[in-house]
């Protein structure tokens, strides 16, 4: 194993709001601990811990979808543990409410949530996790602490979230001599309500060399693990990889902080999968992509807290479901991979499976039906009139670079945005990551070969911590104009030659606006776009 990230952070740019009283404070234990954690090797405990025989939490903790009233906490502990949630509404947890989790064994990898029900709404909680020996409750590990703020009940109280995806991509590890993935240090200190990642969570399919040459003759270096040296092929592959990503301190620290509404995409299991899918790729032993995804599925649910996974323990659960926060916002987060069917030119004429598969499209409709907040954004892993091809003549998300009437899996996005419009649903938004760049398209009926449909907006950001690419071209099939973009020229461009991206959304509680903002991994504003309430067209 690599020399973990140093401990030093990079600057990051100035907040622009106000953090609640106190919730820097709340951290110092965290942090402090994550220092521990890097001096003592690449993600490993501080040796008091390792020397103590009680069960260590060296992977930090996180939450995941928190509602006004509830939310999940994530830990993994070092050993077989209890694990117990202590939550109170001050930093000094003069006075706590216990929560009683999970017994947390080999049949999880030691990881674990426990749900926090009855919280406060729109109010700042501060919690920590203490791992139990199970045979001995007395005997526990050095507690780790983290913040958090419910949904809030009024809609005065507006809202704010990140959102951006593909998480080291491409060869790009996590590197020591740039701080390591240090966007997630510039999203901490803007500290939002919650973060939306988008899918490529983790490359499971992408190992990584220890040093890499760049065209300008610089080296890259990289923080490697046994399982980040081949493709992730068995449970325990996919669960180190998964584990990769919180070797970071900046990760540790941003997940101690900020919420996750987490879904998933292709690199979680193998870039371009579909179900049924048989390889033909000579680094896999197994060549059955319903296998790995399995696989794929448990390890993502095991190391994000995502309501839905309880659903069916053991096998992963599911990624579709609906986060509802507060009055103003409901995010719908969506599955376009598990459901869909093979990539292909893409050129049918009649297509139910679609991208979605049928049953999550009616899902989706009741659900959107059902709505009552003021904005709907569809948290979508894939973009729409992006074309996004897989090899010579077929694709792999929706556009197939037809102009036309839709065909294939638009056929399935044109029954969606015909129904959003003739039930009167307002307030949609598309967002997503993917492609590796950043932009805004606007889709508008009067440029489009389908006009049955409102006008809306798609936002792109990301990558988050992988490689750059040139955008991708437009299918006019739904009319969409790139308003904004900001993308290498060439392929593959390092986190050392070219900015990372994430975006931001907030939402007035006064007037209802909702303002998007681009941003580079250092803070700065790339684009800005304001939405009003109600508007068709704007």
């Not at 490697?224 to 990769?244: I, M, N, Q, S, W």
């Not at 959107?368 to 569809?378: H, P």
């Amino acid at each position: 194993m690599s020399t973990p990230p140093p401990g030093s952070r990079p600057a990051g740019p100035p907040s622009t709001t106000c953090s609640a009283p106190g919730r820097r404070a709340v951290l110092r234990g965290s942090l402090a601990l994550s220092a521990g954690l890097a001096a003592g090797g690449a993600g490993l405990a501080a040796p008091a811990f390792a020397l103590s025989g009680r069960p260590a939490a060296r992977w930090g903790v996180q939450t995941g979808d928190v509602t006004a009233r509830s939310g999940l906490v994530w830990v993994r502990s070092d050993r077989p543990a209890r694990m117990i949630v202590e939550t109170s509404a001050t930093e000094s947890f003069r006075r706590v409410r216990r929560h009683h989790g999970p017994h947390l064994g080999a049949g999880s990898d030691f990881t674990g949530t426990t749900f926090l029900r009855g919280l406060p709404a729109g109010e700042q909680i501060h919690y920590r996790v203490v791992l139990a020996d199970p045979d001995d409750p007395r005997r526990t590990g050095e507690p780790v602490v983290g913040t958090f703020r419910t949904a809030p009940e009024r809609r005065r109280d507006g809202v704010r979230f990140l959102w951006s995806g593909d998480i080291a991509g491409q060869g790009w590890g996590i590197n020591p001599d740039i701080g390591g993935f240090r966007a997630f240090e510039a999203m901490r200190r803007l500290d939002p309500d919650f973060f939306l990642c988008s899918g490529d969570t983790v490359y499971a399919d992408g190992p990584l060399q220890p040093s890499v040459t760049l065209p300008d003759g610089r080296i890259w270096r990289n923080v490697v693990t046994p399982e980040k040296a081949k493709v992730a092929e068995t449970l325990d592959e996919y669960r180190g990889t998964f584990r990769y990503n919180l070797l970071d301190r900046n990760v540790r620290a941003f997940n101690a902080q900020v919420p996750t509404v987490a879904q998933w995409d292709d690199h979680e299991v193998r870039n371009n999968w579909y179900p049924g899918q048989i390889l033909d790729d000579p680094r896999y032993t197994e060549k059955d992509v319903d296998v790995l995804a399995a696989r794929a599925s448990r390890a993502f649910a095991e190391y994000f807290p995502v309501s839905t996974a309880r659903e069916r323990p053991g096998a992963g659960g599911r990624v579709h479901r609906v986060v509802r926060y507060g009055p103003l916002l409901d995010v719908f987060v969506l599955d376009m991979r598990s459901y869909r069917n093979a990539n292909s030119p893409g050129r049918q004429a009649d297509d139910t499976t679609g991208i979605l598969g049928a049953e999550q499209l009616a899902w989706l409709k009741r659900e959107l039906s059902r709505s009552r907040a003021l904005w709907k954004v569809l948290a979508a892993d894939m973009p729409i009139g992006l074309v996004v091809p897989d090899g010579a003549t077929d694709f792999e998300a929706i556009a197939q670079g037809d102009p036309g009437a839709p065909l294939g899996r638009e056929l399935q996005i044109a029954d969606l945005l015909r129904f959003v419009k003739h039930r009167g649903i307002t307030g949609t938004l598309w967002l997503t990551a993917d492609v590796h760049y950043t932009s805004a398209q606007h889709y508008a009926p009067e440029r489009a070969a389908f006009q049955d449909f409102a006008p809306f907006w798609e936002f792109v950001s990301g990558p988050l911590a992988a490689g750059g690419f040139p955008a991708n071209r437009l299918d006019g099939t739904f009319g969409p104009e790139r308003v904004f973009v900001r993308a290498p020229e060439r392929a593959n461009v390092s986190p050392m030659e070219s900015p990372q991206y994430f975006g931001e959304v907030e939402i007035d509680g006064g007037s209802g606006e909702l303002t998007v903002r681009l941003r580079a991994d250092d803070g700065a504003v790339l684009f800005t776009k304001v939405l009003r309430p109600g508007l068709v067209g704007q």
